[in-house]
């Protein structure tokens, strides 16, 4: 458990051979207006177990600075309580505050302690000083809470009257893992993003391969950061920025990441504004290649049939299996997670076997999630590239 001890003012020098993997993360967007003098308390699930905990504040959509009052850590008890002595301030350079300017982010010093695989862990934050456009992830499918005021060291529920459901200014949380232990980066849009799956569970499709990874003796991949964002493209921006142009931040940035798993399009291939197969396969081959310039694997996951969907046509359905086509073939892939073969019906498959359907034809449900985790094959997260 996340031990209660004295929070050092300066970052904390790792054992010989530990090194940084992101345990959790989630993709930046604008998430309304910034507010001053809040609090925010954030629940998220850890992946990889390690030491030295350190978190990431974001204020990438700001157009001013930001400034934090004070951050702590802790362990969730249940709704906005801790468990008793498990909240710890962070420090930021060995300040107890931090602004962040405008379009930037900040990393909080380590804080020395254990915290283990799958913890409910909660960072409570207190903004200060802020205003424009906040940053945050507005889907999260996890239940936070916020409050007028400064209350982040308080462990009990009372002050914390107002609950949410997105994430604020936390874009990732890291650890100091043992050495060889890597991350997978989930880059997807609303089915990544877990929409349809039961909230406050923990069963979008990356929590299902996180559990997988964490059972599985024979890997070392065991961070999940899940950067999906509900209605994003791979070429052009709307609901957040594109993969292409989010790439950098939202998943190349993350220490620790082996591989990049690719499950985007059907947003693209669905709004009907004139996107080609070979438009997709060129987003998919920059991706791929600029994945691979910084020396971590590429797996290319198959578009999900979504025959119901208001939107389905058959010219749409075209683009999508001759993108699949591709993904499956041609390749470029270092591994394959063929997701709409685990997920169409034999019956039909231009359309979600009905057993996996969320109900509206596009988004898998809980039974959907676990399927698509359980078809990946673990050992085709890990291959073996350099930086070029």
Not at 25 to 45: E, P
Not at 122 to 146: D, F, K, N, R
Not at 278 to 296: L, N
Not at 347 to 373: T, V
């Amino acid at each position: 458990m996340f031990a209660s001890a004295a929070v050092s003012p300066v970052p904390v020098v790792s054992p010989a051979g530990l090194h940084e993997v992101v345990t959790w993360g989630a993709s930046a967007q604008r998430v309304g207006d910034a507010v001053s003098d809040r609090s925010y308390r954030l629940i998220v699930r850890t992946s990889a177990a390690g030491t030295g905990v350190r978190i990431r504040l974001s204020n990438a959509f700001g157009d001013r600075p930001i400034t934090f009052g004070s951050a702590y850590a802790g362990i969730r008890k249940a709704g906005a309580a801790l468990v008793p002595g498990s909240n710890r301030r962070l420090t930021f350079g060995g300040d107890r505050s931090v602004t962040v300017a405008a379009g930037e982010t900040v990393h909080s010093d380590l804080l020395p302690g254990r915290l283990p695989a799958a913890a409910a862990l909660v960072i409570s934050l207190h903004v200060a000083q802020a205003g424009g456009p906040a940053t945050g992830h507005a889907m999260a499918m996890q239940t936070s809470y916020t409050t007028s005021g400064d209350h982040a060291a308080e462990e009990g529920a009372a002050g914390w009257s107002e609950p949410t459901g997105s994430w604020y200014y936390l874009d990732a949380v890291t650890v100091r893992a043992t050495p060889g232990t890597g991350a997978v980066v989930a880059l997807g849009d609303s089915i990544t993003d877990g929409w349809q799956s039961s909230t406050g569970l923990d069963r979008r499709w990356p929590d299902y391969l996180a559990r997988r990874l964490r059972a599985n003796d024979s890997t070392a991949i065991k961070g999940v950061a899940n950067e999906g964002i509900s209605g994003n493209k791979v070429l052009a921006d709307g609901a957040g920025q594109s993969a292409l142009n989010r790439l950098g931040r939202d998943v190349l940035s993350h220490p620790g990441v082996r591989t990049v798993f690719l499950f985007e399009g059907v947003n693209d291939i669905k709004a009907h504004s004139d996107v080609t197969a070979q438009d997709m396969i060129a987003g998919y081959r920059e991706i791929i290649g600029r994945t691979h310039a910084a020396g971590k694997c590429v797996v290319g996951a198959t578009i999900l049939p979504f025959k119901g969907w208001r939107q389905w046509d058959a010219e749409a359905e075209a683009v999508r299996r001759e993108v699949n086509q591709f993904i499956r073939t041609s390749g470029e892939f270092d591994a394959v997670a063929d997701f709409d073969r685990a997920l169409r019906s034999p019956y039909d498959p231009e359309r979600m076997l009905a057993s996996f359907d969320g109900g509206d034809h596009l988004h898998p449900n809980d039974k959907g999630m676990q399927a698509m985790a359980d078809s990946v094959a673990v050992d085709s997260l890990t291959c073996h590239r350099r930086p070029a």
